[in-house]
């Protein structure tokens, strides 16, 4: 898991969010995991917002899709 603080999923910190590749992890209201992914940020992040799943985002942003992916794997909780 990435150890930077937690936002809240909200129209403002989507704005925030790169349009470039990167990681991010979804949490719920209590900062647990509830989902995680690779993509490009702000899309993924402006989809998560509705589909309403999580109440909180953590992303780093990435080089390239494959950087994200290898981010991805370095922050697997498993």
Known sequence: MLRKRWEPLETR????????????E?????GDLVG???GVLRDELKE????GDAERVRWERATS??????????????
């Open 48 to 51: 998560a917002l509705a589909y």
């Open 36 to 38: 995680r992914g690779v």
């Open 65 to 78: 899709l494959d950087h994200a992916e290898r981010l991805a794997d370095e922050h697997d909780p498993a």
């Open 13 to 24: 910190t989507v704005g925030k969010a790169p349009e470039a590749y990167g990681y991010y």
């Open 26 to 30: 979804l949490g719920d209201a209590d």
